[in-house]
């Protein structure tokens, strides 16, 4: 319960929207691919492109470039560092994110997140994603 309380704590002392940047998410996904996994990172990438779509309610977009400012960050609940449980935070944010935009991940966004990361990691990466 203590715990619980800190990390509410945390998250609500730091405004992780204001940390969203385009170029930060790119930075962190070419430095974070080993340690986040290519998953994460696709799921990152997907909530990026829905927030180009113009239909997407601007509530959504707030939600998703807080989960990406989260992402972004390297002040976490868990250290980014932290062996096997690292990025377990980051995955919560992605993932509640992700719920919240489901109606907006179309084949258009599943496209877009698949062709960048084939820019940035190649194409032999993108049989990893099946």
Do not use: W
């Not at 800190?6 to 962190?28: M, T, W």
């Amino acid at each position: 319960m203590a715990n619980e309380k800190v990390e509410v704590e945390i998250l609500d002392k730091e405004n992780y929207a204001e940390k969203y940047s385009e170029s930060g998410l790119f930075d962190k996904i070419k430095n974070t691919v080993k340690s986040a996994g290519l998953k994460l990172i696709h799921e990152a990438l997907q909530l990026f492109y829905v927030t180009e779509n113009p239909n997407c309610p601007m509530k959504i977009k707030a939600a998703i470039f807080a989960a990406l400012g989260y992402f972004i960050s390297p002040f976490d609940v868990i250290p980014d560092f932290t062996p096997i449980v690292g990025y377990s935070d980051d995955a919560g944010a992605i993932a509640l994110a992700l719920c919240l935009a489901q109606l907006y991940i179309d084949d258009e966004v599943k496209r877009k997140a698949r062709n960048k990361i084939a820019d940035i990691f190649g194409e032999n990466v993108l049989s990893e994603l099946n």
